[in-house]
Each structure stands twice: as structure tokens, then as C-alpha cells.
Antibody, heavy 126, light 105 residues
Framework: QVQLQESGPGLVKPSQTLSLICTVSGGSISGGSYWWSWIRQTAERGLEWIGRIDDSGSTNYNPSLESRVTLSVDTSRDQLSLRLNSVTAADTAVYYC??????????????????WGQGTLVTVSS | DIQMTQSPSSLSASVGDRVTITCRSSQSISSYLNWYKQKPGKAPQLLIYAASSLQIGVPSRFSGSGSGTDFTLTISTLQPEDFATYYCQQSFIHGTFGPGTRVEI
């Protein structure tokens, strides 16, 4: 059973960079038909997809965050990382990493987030 | 951007009730629609993928239907553990979530 665990500072100052790590255990980041996403959640905006990365380092980003986000992957450590720069109070959220699985169904490839980390709260405050 | 809406935003129900939640997308997404359940303090859990396929391990009282822009999640007989917030998510272009439907007593 694959498990995902987010880690990183719980408090970040405004204008600084938020950095989080997601460690994958019980399985490997490599070798499967998966992408790995970061998703955040606030009471005001709900669940917001930030971006995703595959084991080769290919990325897709939410256009609304693309200018501030960098995702990377370390397959030797089975770790993903998220960097979000120039943070403001609006970036205060619970941050999740999640595995995106792809399935061929009725001739079409569909995807869903089938495995999530427990989430980590990051507060942006001075 | 594809926008997702859900109705109702919350509902009150009792154990044993049949519950239906609706999700609508701002443009056609075929069957690229997933449903998740979230309990307070926990991560979302996948229930239904591709609009109507039940995720492994999810009870059969959960079902999904729809295609195009209109989708439905049905809980046939509500159980105590089903009181939670439910989210739809489109996977047609990246991933946008609906605002959620809270199912409460």
C-alpha cells in the first residue's frame, strides 16, 4: 500500500518561499503510469490543484499559480518537492500531495487522485 | 478554465436515507468526472472515477452517473460513516474541484 507524507515548515513569512517535500513509501515514484500532484485546501477557495509532475520531471501547472510554482522529483529518494515563491496570506492552506492514476476505460484514458498524503498546514504570517 | 458547481451546498439527512448530489461543469467534460469524500481533518478519499466506476474498496451503496456537463452522486442508504463533505473533480483538463456538498444530520 503506497503511502504519501508531506513535510516542511508550518510557518512561512510573507514574500518568502514555501517549500514542502512529499515522501512516497510502500512503492516507488518510478516505473508506474502515475503523475504526482500537489493540491491545497482552504475554507475560502476549497480544493485547488497546484500542479503535477511525472517521474521524468515533466510538469503541468495551474495557470493561476504557474509563475510562482516549481515542482521537482528525486526518484532516488522517492520524494517530490514543491516550491511556491512570493507567498502571501492567501497561500495559507493545507497542502496535500496525491498520486494521479490513469486507467483505460471504454477506449479512453481517465485519471483520478487515488492516493493522498495526510496534508500539512502551512501558515503565511510574519 | 473549467468551473465546477455542486448542489446543494449542504443537506440534512438521516441514516437510511437516499441522498443525491449534483455536479455541473461549465463545459462538456465527457465522463472525466471523479467524486471524493472528505471527513474533517482527513484527506479526500476517491469514491467514483470516470463518472460511474466504483473505486476498489468503496461500498456499493455509492454510485455515480452522468456525462457531458451534468453528473450525480447517489448514496442509496446513508450510513453513519457517510456524514462528510463530498467533492466532484473534473479530470478533462488538469483538475478542478467543485465547492463541495456537506452531508450532515
Amino acid at each position: 500500500q503506497v503511502q504519501l507524507q508531506e513535510s516542511g515548515p508550518g510557518l512561512v513569512k510573507p514574500s518568502q518561499t514555501l517549500s514542502l517535500i512529499c515522501t512516497v513509501s510502500g512503492g516507488s515514484i518510478s516505473g508506474g503510469s502515475y503523475w504526482w500532484s500537489w493540491i491545497r485546501q482552504t475554507a475560502e477557495r476549497g480544493l485547488e490543484w497546484i500542479g503535477r509532475i511525472d517521474d521524468s520531471g515533466s510538469t503541468n501547472y495551474n495557470p493561476s499559480l504557474e509563475s510562482r510554482v516549481t515542482l521537482s522529483v528525486d526518484t532516488s529518494r522517492d520524494q517530490l518537492s514543491l516550491r511556491l515563491n512570493s507567498v502571501t496570506a492567501a497561500d495559507t492552506a493545507v497542502y496535500y500531495c496525491a498520486r494521479e492514476v490513469f486507467v483505460m476505460l471504454r477506449g479512453v484514458v481517465v485519471s483520478s487522485f487515488d492516493n493522498w498524503g495526510q496534508g500539512t498546514l502551512v501558515t503565511v504570517s510574519s | 478554465d473549467i468551473q465546477m458547481t455542486q448542489s446543494p451546498s449542504s443537506l440534512s439527512a438521516s441514516v437510511g436515507d437516499r441522498v443525491t448530489i449534483t455536479c455541473r461543469s461549465s463545459q462538456s467534460i465527457s465522463s472525466y468526472l471523479n467524486w471524493y469524500k472528505q471527513k474533517p481533518g482527513k484527506a479526500p478519499q476517491l469514491l467514483i472515477y470516470a463518472a460511474s466506476s466504483l473505486q476498489i474498496g468503496v461500498p456499493s451503496r455509492f454510485s455515480g452517473s452522468g456525462s457531458g456537463t451534468d453528473f450525480t452522486l447517489t448514496i442509496s442508504t446513508l450510513q453513519p460513516e457517510d456524514f462528510a463533505t463530498y467533492y466532484c473533480q473534473q479530470s478533462f483538463i488538469h483538475g478542478t474541484f467543485g465547492p463541495g456538498t456537506r452531508v450532515e444530520i
